[in-house]
């Protein structure tokens, strides 16, 4: 294998590998701007529906108690599950990408009942009673989604007068959601989690073409550079050192010794070109004597 193609192999293994880990890199810092820009966007939901959850709790749903009987039960009016989850679906209706699910281990509303992954989730709240907050990617039907959870713990005895004792709930209760599920809440329990899911699906797969299209790019780059270094070593390099290689046979071989070298350069090639110049010239005046 001659100089030029194992340099040309060299380079091609830089400059593949430089716009491979361009690529990688690229891809790498856009799914971080992704996560980042999805995380921000979580927080702020995540932090109004709090917010309007405990504004009920603290302003609204002390006055209701007063003005309704024991038995009453207007799910709309009394519930904070019941609020969140209807103002997040208005929320959802007008603006697509997210979701928000009370998943919830014995739920009233089975529609809040938590998933596999959910439950895994609840679970790592109730091990870690210190544990407040988790976020991160996460897949679901086969789309990504960045997520931020907060424990559901009962801390309230308000909380058991709808899901303690069965026989203590509301009658209008049990009527609406029955007595098999929602019942047998425990003071300090952990029954389930507030999560946001913001899709990050559209945000990944625009990272990853960025991605592709910059190592194309790279890749196109490569091409053309490595196309102009074969063209400069074939003309300035690998020829006069073929023609230079050639003078030196003949001139060994005592051929065409009258004929100068014809190569005069200010670079190491033109060195070569001088150093056999005063060969043959030394050859030329040996034969004439």
């Known amino acids: 294998m001659g100089i030029r193609s194992r340099f040309m192999i060299i380079l091609a293994v830089i400059f593949g590998t430089a ?11 856009s799914e971080r701007s992704a996560l980042a820009e999805a995380r921000s966007k979580g927080d702020l939901i995540f932090n109004y529906i709090l917010a309007n959850r405990d504004f009920y709790r603290g302003k609204q749903q002390p ?3 007063e003005v309704f009987e024991k038995d009453r039960f ?10 969140t989850r209807g103002t997040f679906d208005i929320f ?5 990408g997210y979701d928000f699910k009370q998943a919830t281990l014995n739920p009233l509303h089975q529609p809040n009942k938590a998933d596999q992954w959910e439950r895994e989730l609840i679970a790592t709240f109730a091990k870690d009673p210190a544990l407040k907050a988790r976020e991160g990617l996460m897949e679901k039907n086969g789309e990504s989604f960045f997520y931020m959870a907060n424990p559901i713990r009962v801390s309230e005895k308000d909380c058991l007068r709808c899901h303690g004792d069965v026989t203590d709930a509301p009658k209008d209760q049990v009527e609406i959601y029955g007595t098999e599920n929602g019942y047998g809440w425990k ?16 945000a990944l797969a625009e990272a990853r073409k960025g991605a592709m299209v910059l190592y194309l790019i790279g890749a196109g780059c490569l091409l053309v550079a490595l196309v102009g270094i074969w063209i400069f070593m074939d003309r300035f390099i690998v020829n006069p050192i073929v023609q230079l290689s050639g ?8 051929k065409n010794i009258e ?22 010239m030394s050859m030329v005046r040996i034969l004439k004597r």
């Open 63 to 65: 006055l209701i108690m």
């Open 92 to 96: 959802k209706g007008k603006l697509g």
């Open 19 to 29: 716009t491979v880990l361009i690529g990688v890199a690229s891809y790498k810092f």
């Open 74 to 83: 207007y799910p709309e009016l009394m519930s904070d599950f019941v609020l």
């Open 259 to 280: 004929e100068g070298v014809g190569i005069k350069r200010n670079d190491e090639i033109g060195a070569l070109a001088s150093a056999i110049e005063r060969l043959r």
């Open 187 to 202: 003071m300090g329990e952990t029954v389930g989690a507030y999560v946001v899911y913001v899709s990050v699906e559209k």
């Open 247 to 254: 003078k030196a046979e003949e001139i060994s071989l005592g």
